[in-house]
């Protein structure tokens, strides 16, 4: 398991949600303050608090347009493109149904926070 993936689920297992957990992850990469990442990733846990894309990809999102090293509109889209290859859908509400609750919700914070670290080391 890769540091970041291990970060990841620490963030997770605090009490952190997915967004956060993902953010919180690729400090090195953002160089954001962890408590401003926190608090500026807060309302995206839950899918944005309302069922819709999963934290876990909102995070990795942010965290590439944090980095800055590339243009985040293609990078967005490989993401979620990954994403979705991998888990089938980027809705967190159907991610649950799908996976049977929160279970799971660490499987897709480590891919996000690990897929994210890849495209960030291209």
Known sequence: MSNVKEQSVAFHKSGLNCAQSVLCS???????????????????????RCGEICGSV???????????????????????????????????????????????CNDLIQFAAETAEKMLNK
Request: hydrophobic share 35%; proline share 4%; glycine share 16%.
């Open 26 to 48: 690729l400090e090195a990469y953002t160089h954001l303050d962890p408590e401003i990442a926190k608090n500026i990733s807060e309302g995206f846990g839950g899918g944005v």
């Open 58 to 104: 909102s995070g990795a999102v942010m965290a590439l347009g944090m980095a800055g090293e590339h243009p985040t509109a293609p990078l967005s889209i490989e993401m979620t493109n990954a994403f979705k290859e991998e888990f089938g859908c980027l809705r967190c509400q159907e991610l649950l149904e799908k996976f049977g609750g929160k279970g799971r």
